[in-house]
């Protein structure tokens, strides 16, 4: 059983341009939760999505932008890349409606950008 | 969600035993106490999680006295591969929104 799969593993983008980053649930799983980890702090969170809509969203302006797909895997966009957007970026999923907050996250993808 | 202290950093050596604290005086009554470890550069994975008084997996023990507004992680006889940052975080069961502190570094020596 695949856990938490993300892609890509690296990435270094230009300022100004935009990503995408990728994320496929662990099986059984229907939330996925997007978080930004800078070095050294831990995760802040950034959107969820459940049912293919945003259901929260943290302190992130609308340059960060999600999607979820059908089979639960989901997209995080970043338009106008700065320099601050350079992290870790982590993709977590979870199963909502049971009760169980255990979320699994995955390695994540460490953008740069310069 | 209720906000949570810990401690930036602790060493310990390995067969130790080691205590984590973390305070969350504004606790509600449908929070849980969650503990994630993360290594570097990667995500980081569930350690365990209660809401009264003591919880033990295989991996390590939570406490929590009757007022709440504390827990303490405790891993058994630690090794080298033990030395990871450990995240307390305090929020309502089914709870999806995991707000992260800044953790406590422990790092374990031979």
């Known amino acids: 059983d695949a856990g938490v799969t993300q892609s890509p593993t690296h990435l270094i983008k230009t300022r100004g341009q935009q990503v995408t980053l990728r994320c496929s649930p662990k099986s059984g799983h229907d939330t996925v939760s997007w978080y930004q980890q800078a070095l050294g702090q831990g995760p802040q969170f950034i959107f969820q999505y459940y049912e293919e809509e945003e259901r929260q969203r943290g302190n992130f302006p609308d340059r960060f932008s999600g999607h979820q797909f059908p089979n639960y895997s989901s997209e995080l966009n970043v338009n106008a890349l700065l320099l601050g957007d350079s992290a870790l970026y982590l993709c977590?999923?979870?199963?909502?409606?049971?009760?169980?907050?255990?979320?699994?996250f995955g390695q994540g993808t460490r953008l740069t950008v310069v | 969600l209720a906000k949570t202290t810990q401690p930036i950093s602790m060493d310990s050596y390995e067969g130790q035993e080691v205590n984590i604290t973390c305070s969350h005086n504004n606790i509600a009554t449908n929070d849980y106490i969650t503990w994630y470890q993360q290594f570097p550069s990667q995500g980081p994975r569930f350690i365990i999680q209660?809401?009264?008084t003591k919880v033990t997996n295989e991996v390590a023990s939570l406490f929590i006295p009757a007022d709440r507004k504390s827990s303490t992680l405790s891993l058994p006889r630690v090794s080298l591969s033990d030395t990871a940052v450990y995240y307390c975080?305090?929020?309502?069961?089914?709870?999806?929104?995991?707000?992260f502190g800044t953790g406590t570094r422990l790092l374990v020596s031979p």
């Open positions: 209660g809401y009264k």
């Open positions: 975080l305090v929020g309502e069961e089914g709870f999806q929104k995991l707000v």
């Open positions: 977590a999923s979870s199963a909502k409606g049971w009760g169980n907050t255990e979320a699994f």
